[in-house]
């Protein structure tokens, strides 16, 4: 069957200098007021067939504002990051910099104790690999790193381009096709 899937980068919830792996904050100001600011561009997808989203705060955050009532997938969370959970980027690479390197260059690597990157991306690909329908548009509030994986997966790209997907707050990626055979379209 072919499938509609809009995957839509929660509203931001802290400065992109604390980002924090596994982070579970809630929206702050600017997040609601930007996700305020984009409920006319994405208001179409309260009609979605099915509404979605990460079990995080701020995606259901992000999910109620824009009016979509979504319901939290746990397959849909952040890559499990084991010990680094709720430390920057900068912290890890302060303690742990041989492990951080190794985690960057080898997508099956956990030195963390979490999920590989390579097992996060399949599991984002068999979420969208399994999603029922019946042919009316899907939609989900990701987390950024949910929506890179999304995209690398859709693409079949090697694991190691999902360093090399931006994903801003509040942007969105068009998936259609079915199982293992996915067109993507930018939408914002």
Do not use: N
Request: some cysteine; hydrophobic content about 40%; proline content about 7%.
């Amino acid at each position: 069957m072919h499938l509609r899937i809009t995957l839509l980068a929660a509203a931001r919830s802290s400065s992109l200098l604390d980002v924090r792996f596994e982070d579970d904050r809630p929206l702050d100001a600017a997040g609601w007021r930007e996700a305020e600011r984009a409920v006319p561009a994405y208001a179409h997808l309260a009609d979605a067939e099915l509404r979605y989203c990460s079990p995080t705060l701020r995606c259901r955050e992000t999910g109620e504002v824009l009016g979509l009532r979504p319901i939290a997938q746990p397959a849909l969370r952040e890559c499990d990051m084991g010990r680094w959970r709720g430390r920057t980027f900068q912290e890890v690479t302060a303690y742990e910099p041989r492990a951080v390197g190794v985690w960057l260059a080898d997508p099956q690597a956990t030195p963390h104790g979490g999920e590989s990157l390579l097992s996060f991306i399949l599991r984002i690909g068999s979420w969208l690999d399994t999603r029922p329908g019946g042919g009316g548009p899907i939609a989900a509030v990701v987390e950024p790193t949910v929506l890179r994986a999304a995209t690398v997966y859709a693409l079949k790209a090697p694991p190691h381009t999902y360093w090399r997907v931006d994903v801003r707050p509040l942007s969105s990626v068009t998936l259609a096709g079915r199982a293992g055979d996915w067109t993507l379209s930018m939408d914002h």
